[in-house]
């Protein structure tokens, strides 16, 4: 993703600690690991106090902590990309955006070419389902 995006779209962005764990891993890329380790001012980072929807426990560490922080810092928007993650998001009431809405939203704003950056985004470990690939494609002529 173009993380510069974020900013321009979001008026607050808030990442969980586990996310942020996850984008240091090591089986993360190395510009996303680099830009971890020295993440930029509108980063805020928040710590959840507990888990109490049991909806939340089957989803991995990351999802989790997003959803149940959007909850405690009455954010009604999530980012998140994985299937099962999103439906438990949506099925809770929050508004859930994923990488390539924030690529084609760039798009609009005139900030990033969105086949571009999704040929990028392919060349990664990210995952895309052949119509939901299309579908985008078809949107963004």
């Known amino acids: 993703m173009k993380i510069e ?3 321009l779209i979001f008026e607050r962005i808030l990442a969980p600690q586990e996310v942020l764990r996850e984008l240091a891993h090591p089986k993360a890329s190395i510009k996303v690991r680099e830009w971890i380790e020295r993440p930029t001012a509108w980063l805020e980072v928040g710590k959840v106090s507990s888990i109490t929807t049991p909806k939340l426990m089957g989803l991995d560490a990351g999802e989790r902590e997003a959803i149940q922080l959007a909850f405690e810092a009455n954010v009604g928007t999530v980012l998140i990309d994985e299937a099962q993650g999103r439906n438990v998001a949506q099925a809770l009431g929050l508004e859930v955006r994923g ?3 924030i690529l084609e939203r760039g798009a ?3 900030k990033t070419d969105f086949r571009q950056a999704l040929g990028k985004l392919l060349q990664t470990n990210f995952r895309l389902s052949a119509p939901v690939y ?3 494609l078809a949107r963004n002529k």
């Open 99 to 101: 990488t390539l809405a």
């Open 108 to 110: 609009r704003l005139g």
């Open 134 to 136: 299309r579908a985008f």
């Open 5 to 7: 995006l974020l900013p």
